[in-house]
């Protein structure tokens, strides 16, 4: 109960004051309740109480068939729905045995990550709106508008995309997307700056960041705190790189990782995340296999010229031509049996557990929301600290309600 | 001063109401041209504020009602008053209904003390210095009410941090001002300004106490509850702080009342810093270089050239006054919140001391004009290096030191 700097004679007939946060409440980032319990201004007890988002995700994925069940994925966690589907779509694929192109994973992947970025973007913006600098949101939103516009240049949908396929994806990117990718991740290094120049050595921010919301390695244990919170304690635990999935085992990055594991740490490792993000997706645009949709282009025409030759086509029909396995959406009935996929998303662990009877419905299906675990810290965290450490805290998390209630 | 105009109006009216009265009432006069003025400055302020916030986070701000959405805020105001007017259970309905016009009234009786012009001043009171922040620190007793009638956590936590912070504020406020009528040796607020009617470079701000300069721009921020010092509505702990609860014409007093202490504050920064009304080379640059008596002569209309320095020194007031408004503005599209123990500190162990500091460097400074003896000069330059520079220095190595603690922690 202690915090330097603020003393609380003990004599004075006080009374606690308990203030329901929520869950209507310009900071709790969507509906969560928190029943605090005040002495002052000083957090004396939190109690969270979630569920006021819940849709039966996973229920509703049993009275569905697997593709009618795709476009809700989206919403189980909104700002970051590629690394949805593909635990989704990698764990039916491991099920069905179904194999995919090497040009598929590449483009999940470069989507993956330019999300990543678009989440951290729209974090930096809340996070330091809960600090109470307005004008950074408006900055990272220009941003994340880019990145929205590829994505509605690829998916048609800036936010729910439905993009990914079993085997597949639904289409190929279209002509030109690599390049604006390309410019896009040329100029974001710049942008990235100029937050850094006006928030990372900001005194009042540092005062605020600093120091608050200590999370020791035990506590991450404990309550199965996942992703930057994670790394800001020091651990380099990254699923990308501990178990590759995708083809992350084919591009070199690194995994940034802090010490302290205070709000700043939180804050540094997202943004350092963003440039390794750069780095991947930059590695990604060059090694992608077909290149830029008019190369594959014209190697489908130079086959389609082979086989009316009479040539073998087989040996000129690489993987990659193709974008994914043919199967029908509306029946697809992989076999029996069960798997679970876990990814790396922007706020930790994010695991889909199938259970598949062989019928076009899903047995079970069961959502690991990364928001769920890191959200159960933070009563934990906020013991003793200040009222409007709350916010820093809470908003350090990056935790998002519809992930957590699902 | 009752004008010749007011007086035989009266005659011919048959009304003898007595020269005490009369001046009253010529108060009155002009104090309501004032609030009108002022209102119509609020009007701008709030649409400049969108246009600025808009302009500093790329985006266009109010552009659809009327050219420039110069309407848009009185399409607000006029919602406002159509708005229902909603009081929950538990309320104490006397407290919560006079609160914003505990709020509103001081600050707009701080017009009445602001000079416009010589002559455009509804009050001229010898304490007007001291009067301003008596009526100023008036209005958080309105914000106090306001959270503690409204029955709601949010309104009363935001009702403390204000008047915590107002009590932390008024003083190096005050003390900032001290040193300027340490100086001056008046507490009048026109002497104050005649004293600076020389070339920029003698104003106050500028060469005298540029230290008590930034601790009153750093005050009046915090006295106008702005970011970064707006605890008392922390939109993003208390959801909207003192006023959560407040609705329709209620709540447009609050908000009114904001913008006008800024621009009363912005005002009396320009007043006590910056000259006020004279332009930038003393005095009006219409009389100085004759431009107003040749104007007079060709248009052969007496008093017109009067009337030419009376609108110049309008000018120059109000331009000045609106670069602190931006000021202001800017601040609060750059600068994050502080927390209430940090906006404390800095009050209590930053700004206090240095603007006592500050005093004693002004009064060396007196007595060296006075007396002319150098020796008062070597210790004022003594107080400026070491005291000033010596504090800031000290307080900015304490504060990375704790800052680098934390970081090793």
């Not at chain 1, 609380?8 to 709790?28: A, Y």
């Not at chain 1, 779509?89 to 194999?99: H, T």
């Not at chain 2, 009389?287 to 000018?315: C, K, Y």
């Amino acid at each position: 109960m202690e915090i330097p700097g603020v003393t609380i004679n003990r004599d004075l007939d006080t009374e606690d004051m308990v203030v329901n946060i929520g869950p209507q409440h310009p900071s709790t980032h969507g509906v969560l309740r928190l029943i605090t319990t005040l002495n002052g201004e000083v957090v004396k007890d939190m109690e969270p109480v979630i569920g006021y988002l819940h849709r039966g995700k996973e229920k509703m994925a049993e009275s569905r068939s697997y593709f009618q069940y795709q476009p809700t994925i989206d919403r189980v966690e909104y700002l970051s729905s590629f690394y949805d589907h593909y635990a989704f779509v990698a764990s039916l694929e491991s099920i069905a045995k179904l194999k995919v192109p090497k040009r598929v994973e590449y483009i999940r992947m470069i989507t993956m990550e330019l999300n990543r970025i678009s989440s951290h973007l729209l974090w930096f913006g809340t996070f330091l709106l809960d600090l109470g600098a307005t004008s950074p949101l408006f900055y990272a939103f220009r941003e994340r508008e880019e990145i929205f516009k590829l994505f509605e240049d690829l998916t048609g949908a800036r936010m729910m995309y439905n993009y990914y396929r079993f085997g597949g994806v639904t289409q190929d990117i279209p002509a030109g997307w690599l390049d604006q990718v390309r410019k896009f991740i040329d100029k974001a290094p710049k942008m990235f700056d100029e937050y850094e120049a006006i928030v990372s050595k900001n005194p009042i921010i540092l005062d605020r960041t600093v120091g608050h919301g200590l999370m020791t390695k035990d506590q991450c244990m404990e309550y199965g705190v996942t992703g930057p919170s994670l790394r800001a304690c020091g651990i380099a635990q990254d699923l990308r790189k501990t178990n590759p999935y995708c083809v992350y085992d084919e591009v070199d990055f690194d995994v940034p990782i802090a010490t302290r594991g205070d709000v700043y740490d939180r804050y540094i490792v997202r943004m350092a995340e963003m440039r390794e993000s750069l780095r991947i997706i930059r590695q990604g645009l060059a090694q992608i296999p077909g290149g830029d949709t008019a190369q594959v282009n014209a190697a489908k025409k130079a086959i389609e010229d082979a086989k009316k030759r009479g040539e073998t086509p087989e040996e000129l029909n690489p993987d990659w031509l193709s974008m994914g396995q043919k199967v029908n959406l509306m029946v697809f009935k992989p076999p029996a049996g069960e798997a679970i996929t876990m990814v790396e998303s922007p706020r930790g662990f994010l695991g889909c557990y199938i259970i598949s009877d062989g019928t076009p419905k899903a047995y079970r299906c069961k959502w690991r929301g990364a928001s769920f675990s890191n959200l159960s810290a933070l009563p934990s965290l906020m013991k003793g600290h200040l009222y409007p450490d709350l916010m820093a805290i809470f908003g350090s998390l990056d935790v998002i309600l519809p992930e957590v209630d699902r | 001063m009752v004008p010749a105009w007011l007086t035989q109006l009266l005659q011919a009216l048959h009304l003898s109401i007595g020269p005490e009265l009369s001046l009253v009432l010529w108060g009155i006069i002009l104090f309501t041209g004032i609030a009108i003025l002022g209102q119509a400055a609020v009007i701008f302020m709030v649409l400049m504020e969108r246009k600025v916030l808009a302009w500093l986070t790329q985006r266009k701000g109010p552009n659809r009602v009327g050219p420039w959405g110069l309407l848009q805020t009185l399409a607000d105001g006029v919602k406002l008053l159509f708005k229902e007017d909603i009081m929950t259970t538990g309320q104490d309905k006397l407290l919560f209904t006079i609160a914003p016009a505990i709020f509103f009234l001081p600050v707009f009786v701080l017009y009445a003390l602001i000079p416009f012009t010589d002559k455009l001043l509804a009050i001229p009171l010898p304490t007007g210095a001291l009067f301003v922040f008596a009526l100023s620190s008036i209005s958080v007793v309105g914000i106090v009410l306001a959270g503690w009638a409204s029955n709601n956590k949010y309104s009363l936590l935001g009702g403390m941090r204000s008047a915590a912070q107002a009590i932390s504020y008024e003083i190096p406020l005050v003390l900032s001002v001290l040193a300027v009528v340490l100086y001056t040796g008046t507490m009048n607020i026109q002497e104050i300004l005649t004293a600076q009617n020389a070339p920029f470079w003698k104003w106050f701000g500028i060469w005298l106490t540029p230290v008590s300069f930034l601790i009153f721009l750093i005050s009046s921020i915090a006295e106008v509850n702005r970011i970064p010092f707006d605890l008392p509505e922390a939109e993003s702990e208390l959801v909207s702080g003192y006023n959560t609860e407040y609705t329709g014409m209620k709540f447009a007093l609050f908000f009114l009342a904001e913008y006008a202490a800024l621009f009363a504050m912005s005002a009396l920064t320009v007043i006590f810093f910056f000259g006020g009304y004279y332009s930038p080379i003393g005095g009006t640059l219409c009389h100085t270089f004759g431009w107003d008596r040749a104007f007079e002569s060709a248009v052969n209309l007496p008093g017109l050239g009067q009337l030419m320095q009376q609108f110049e020194m309008i000018t120059w007031g109000l331009l000045k006054t609106y670069i602190f408004i931006f000021i202001a503005m800017w601040l609060r599209g750059t600068l994050p919140r502080l927390k209430p123990d940090q906006l404390m500190g800095f009050s209590w162990k930053f700004l206090i001391p240095l603007s006592l500091i500050n005093i004693f460097m002004v009064a060396l400074e007196r007595q060296w004009q006075d007396t002319n003896e150098v020796v008062y000069g070597y210790l004022w330059a003594f107080v400026l290096v070491f005291g000033i520079g010596g504090f800031c220095w000290t307080m900015s190595r304490f504060f990375t030191r704790k800052l680098q603690a934390r970081f090793q922690s």
